[in-house]
């Protein structure tokens, strides 16, 4: 039996990254011989076992064998006359394709190291076509690493997967699962970019996907192009480390403004309505937490609601705070401002520009949050007469920071 370090903490080592997790393969022994090791089977769909000691996962290594369209649909076979080249085969990128011994030595049989040292994504052989998944780890590890490029050969391979219908096959779970890991990296521009260049943004966001080569005025949008501005902002959000609903909310925003009549561009009047369906869309047919769903909308629909904050009075913007529930909801709202602040830097030049209007809402939340509102409450004995009350007051404690 003999047991290797494989996969990503390899690389990351290589790399100068600190490891996370460790995945062993253990080469020449059956699942018997590991029970009776004291390893403890764990896998379903492959004999993966958890040491006795430690815990970590130790997996036979295994052919895979495609049967069926989509993720899903291999036959695996493991057995003690599977060799660690034929295991590191079946693994997505040469990158991820490296295996250490238990005396440090690296076994590399697919030039993983040179690839690591060019700084390419490249496929480890034609098999790569057989998961789709593929499609989206390379298009998230191109957000990771942000100084590496696909390889002309790979990006075309996955061109021949997306017009095979390959990525219609995914399933939605999954797909979120990469897009949100994706969305968590250093620059999730790059994950985006690479999935139009192979055509799967067309099949996973057509929404997102249609808004490059829109205009917006340029007054306001030098960079001009509403997919390219959609791109500086969910890197600004990634610059900032935002949470993942600020993130996505970032990202999808502008939805509407793909849905404007040519008629009316750059303008985009009432691109906000228009894309709080297409938000409501694109979170069903993936379905998107509730977290990142619920700020998502928000953002969506009331964005530029924000900047006319400046120019509203007192009671106007403690019904703004009720439209965006701040008073209940006051992180979300705040998380709200931070998508805002993400929309209004990632344009070209405006990078540290200053945004008033949320200073301005985050001192009349304040201020309406000083309201008590149980001791008014407690003073009026009907509903109706208590919401107007509350209401007064919070208008009250509004105009004394304006």
Not at 9 to 37: F, H, N, S
Not at 44 to 56: E, M, N, S, Y
Not at 222 to 240: C, I, K, N
Not at 305 to 312: A, T
Request: aromatic content about 6%; charged content about 25%; glycine content about 6%.
């Amino acid at each position: 039996m003999q047991t290797y370090i494989v996969g990503g903490a390899v690389r990351d080592e290589l790399l100068g990254y600190a490891i996370k997790d460790k995945d062993y393969v253990v080469v020449g022994t059956t699942p018997e011989q590991m029970v009776a090791a004291g390893f403890r089977p764990v896998g379903k769909d492959f004999p993966v076992f958890l040491h006795p000691d430690t815990q970590a996962e130790y997996a036979l290594a295994r052919t895979e064998r495609k049967t069926a369209k989509g993720y899903k649909g291999f036959a695996v076979h493991a057995s003690p006359e599977v060799t660690l080249e034929q295991d590191l085969a079946r693994r997505d990128l040469t990158i991820n394709a490296i295996a250490k011994s238990e005396s440090g030595e690296l076994i590399d049989p697919f030039n993983g190291i040179a690839d690591i040292q060019s700084k390419t994504l490249r496929h480890v052989s034609d098999a790569f076509v057989e998961d789709p998944v593929r499609i989206l780890r390379i298009a998230r590890f191109s957000a990771r690493f942000t100084d590496f490029q696909v390889a002309p050969e790979t990006l075309s391979l996955m061109q021949q997967m997306v017009e095979a219908g390959e990525v219609d096959a995914l399933v939605a779970e999954r797909v979120w699962q990469e897009l949100a890991k994706g969305l968590m990296e250093a620059k999730p521009s790059r994950m985006f970019n690479v999935l139009r260049a192979c055509g799967a943004l067309q099949r996973i966001m057509p929404e997102l996907d249609r808004l490059w080569g829109v205009p917006q005025p340029p007054q306001y949008h030098p960079e001009v192009d509403t997919g390219l501005h959609m791109m500086l902002v969910v890197d600004y959000a990634a610059s900032q480390h935002f949470t993942l609903p600020v993130r996505f909310a970032a990202l999808i925003h502008d939805l509407g403004k793909g849905t404007t009549p040519k008629e009316i561009l750059p303008r985009h009047i009432g691109h906000e309505e228009r894309g709080v369906h297409l938000v409501k869309d694109v979170c069903k047919r993936l379905r998107i937490p509730n977290d990142c769903k619920e700020l998502a909308l928000m953002v969506t629909k009331f964005h530029g609601k924000l900047y006319q904050s400046l120019q509203m009075r007192a009671g106007t913007l403690v019904e703004f705070l009720t439209q965006l529930d701040a008073i209940r909801q006051p992180a979300r709202f705040k998380e709200f401002l931070l998508a805002c602040e993400a929309d209004s830097r990632g344009r070209t030049g405006f990078e540290q520009c200053p945004i008033p209007a949320a200073d301005l809402m985050l001192k009349v939340l304040d201020a309406a949050l000083s309201v008590d509102a149980g001791a008014i409450a407690g003073a009026h004995s009907e509903v109706e007469k208590i919401k107007a009350a509350i209401f007064e007051a919070r208008v009250k404690a509004v105009k004394s920071v304006l």
